[in-house]
């Protein structure tokens, strides 16, 4: 396999050209069709890969560690609670001290939008984002729209409408630039007081209502409210947002064919309800499992960048 990406690194979506994108997802699909438990592929032999997760995560932190793990890599664990930050030592001089034992490619995770770019600067490393701050989490982006091309076939005139806190979502923001990429239409639908201002840029559909949203979409993403982002007395209360932007069982099933995705964590009970968790056509769960799988080929990729410098 000779299939490099554009770039040696993926700090936001816009690295990314449309021919990028279905590189990763073919190669998502080999991985697929030949994955069996136990089978370890070598693509990254040889290869280390830090995980460096300065903002928690259960999903995106696992699934690297699996892929990588599933790609023969050596993997190292960073763990911001028993790290030297709590001694004061500062973020970059913490990937420095990394580089020096000899790291190739870095997943990062940090609450600072801009923070793996920062990095990406001052390293010589391959940095992935796993979402930095308000700004973007291109892997997600790759396993939602993944995750869409396998159930309908095609992403182009898809409408996809996102539900929720638009304004502090980098899966938000990465899934609109992807789903733009490849063709798709989105629409978004949200309190005023939780989508950015300067929305027009992204020539999207805004809809008052969830019930306009889910009669236009093939498919709604719901987000999370991001409480730990949010400045207090931005929402009147979690019930009134609930009663306005809450998927109940009943509006799901008004539409026949109409997917859900959740990047997770879901706060159910609040914008979806527990009943709907394992639906048909609910896509949470393949969501995850693609993510695994998506991981595996951008690592793959990343990794012909990490064995071509070895070698000159
Ligand atoms: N979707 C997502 O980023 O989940 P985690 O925060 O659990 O990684």
């Given at each position: 396999m000779n299939d490099k990406l554009t770039h040696p690194y993926l700090l936001q979506v816009s690295d990314l050209s449309y021919d990028d994108i279905y590189k990763i997802f073919n190669r998502a699909k080999y991985f697929i069709d030949n994955y069996k438990a136990g089978t370890k592929f070598d693509d990254l032999k040889g290869i280390s890969v830090a995980l460096a997760f300065f903002e928690n995560s259960t999903?995106?932190?696992?699934?690297?560690?699996?892929?990588a793990k599933r790609l023969s890599a050596e993997i190292i664990n960073f763990q911001t609670s028993t790290s030297s930050l709590s001694k004061g030592e500062s973020l970059i001089d913490t990937l420095r001290t990394i580089e020096a034992m000899g790291v190739d490619i870095y997943v990062v995770r940090h609450n600072c939008s801009g923070a793996a770019q920062f990095l990406q600067e001052n390293t010589n490393g391959i940095i992935i984002n796993a979402g930095d701050g308000k700004h973007e989490h291109p892997t997600q982006a790759l396993l939602d729209t993944f995750t869409l091309y396998r159930h309908f076939g095609k992403l182009e005139g898809l409408r996809v409408c996102i539900?929720?806190?638009?304004?502090?979502?980098?899966?938000?923001?990465?899934?609109?630039?992807?789903?733009?990429?490849?063709?798709a239409e989105v629409g978004l639908c949200s309190p005023g007081t939780l989508i950015p201002r300067a929305k027009d840029i992204w020539d999207?559909?805004?809809?008052?209502?969830?019930?306009?949203?889910?009669?236009?979409?093939?498919?709604?993403?719901?987000l999370r409210l991001q409480r730990e982002r949010m400045e207090s007395g931005i929402l009147p209360?979690?019930?009134?947002?609930?009663?306005?932007?809450?998927?109940?069982?009943?509006?799901?099933?008004?539409?026949?064919?109409?997917?859900?995705?959740?990047?997770?964590?879901?706060?159910?009970?609040?914008?979806?309800?527990?009943?709907?968790?394992s639906y048909p056509n609910v896509l949470i769960q393949t969501q995850v499992t693609h993510g695994v799988f998506i991981r595996m080929a951008l690592l793959s990729l990343l990794g012909q960048y990490v064995k071509q410098s070895s070698k000159s």
């Open positions: 999903r995106t932190k696992l699934s690297f560690d699996l892929a539900i929720g806190d638009i304004l502090h979502s980098r899966v938000a923001r990465s899934d609109i630039a992807m789903l733009k990429i490849l063709g999207v559909t805004l809809f008052d209502t969830i019930e306009e949203g889910v009669a236009w979409a093939d498919t709604i993403i719901l209360s979690i019930r009134e947002y609930t009663k306005y932007y809450g998927v109940t069982l009943q509006l799901f099933s008004k539409k026949p064919g109409l997917v859900l995705m959740h990047p997770g964590p879901v706060n159910y009970g609040v914008e979806l309800d527990y009943e709907l968790s």
